[in-house]
């Protein structure tokens, strides 16, 4: 609350507010008005139906409050404080769904990656029949396979015949088996337009007429030894794809 202070030239009291508006003002025609106390008092009687003569609680009581609410209105500064927002915030739960585990996942990876390397291992005794077959058809093929893969080398070296290019693959599993050991069926569409049987010493094609260049081979890749090998691989040739 601001605090009046005497004014030494005049004796009037000053408050101390910084705002420049004083808490009680005085008339222009040097106080030809009535005092503040007087006035709240006979405003309070009018109110009240009291006289305004009469000391009674009313004017007692309303004329303090008057003035000081006169005074700390003239002083005070409101100031608005603006307290941060607190909304609450939504809790959010991301729900990732959960992707069903397939058990026969590295079976079919373990399969398909054993038939890759064994027709890799094929194109490669093929290219040059009269050298001994790579070590990986032995590592990648087993049983009727690797027998099959064996007899062919030997028939290109007889005919003097050996294969140019390689073939392309669309391969996929299409049976999973999970016995002891687990076996997997394999079938793919072998396209071998660009791997081409020549005569050796002439170089023409050695190819038999009528032969589709597209046909579907069924394979049985399965465990041997600690590592997965094909066991089986057929070629039909009356079967175009």
């Not at 808490?23 to 009535?34: A, E, F, H, N, T």
């Not at 050996?162 to 999970?178: C, E, F, I, L, Y």
């Not at 049987?197 to 399965?222: D, I, M, Y």
Request: hydrophobic share 35%; aromatic share 4%; proline share 8%.
């Amino acid at each position: 609350m601001p605090v009046a202070h005497s004014d030494s030239s005049t004796g009037s009291p000053r408050t101390g507010c910084t705002t420049g508006r004083p808490g009680v003002q005085r008339s222009d025609d040097g106080g030809s008005r009535p005092p503040l106390r007087h006035r709240v008092e006979r405003s309070a009687s009018r109110r009240w139906g009291v006289n305004r003569h009469a000391k009674t609680w009313v004017g007692r009581w309303l004329a303090p409050v008057a003035i000081g609410s006169a005074l700390l209105a003239g002083c005070s500064t409101q100031t608005e404080q603006k307290l941060p927002s607190t909304s609450p915030s939504s809790a959010t739960t991301s729900t990732t769904p959960t992707r069903s585990i397939d058990p026969t996942a590295p079976a079919r990876a373990a399969a398909l990656a054993a038939y890759a390397g064994f027709w890799a291992a094929k194109v490669a005794s093929q290219a040059d029949p009269t050298q001994p077959p790579p070590k990986a058809l032995e590592k990648y093929s087993t049983d009727k396979a690797l027998a099959e893969a064996l007899a062919t080398v030997l028939i290109l070296r007889r005919n003097k015949i050996h294969m140019q290019g390689a073939p392309t693959h669309a391969v996929q599993v299409v049976q999973v088996q999970t016995d002891d050991p687990t076996r997997v069926t394999l079938t793919d569409c072998l396209d071998s337009s660009k791997w081409i049987p020549l005569f050796t010493e002439t170089g023409k094609s050695a190819l038999a007429p009528g032969q589709s260049a597209r046909v579907v081979v069924e394979s049985v890749a399965t465990q041997y030894a600690g590592r997965w090998v094909i066991k089986s691989s057929v070629a039909y040739r009356d079967r175009s794809c």
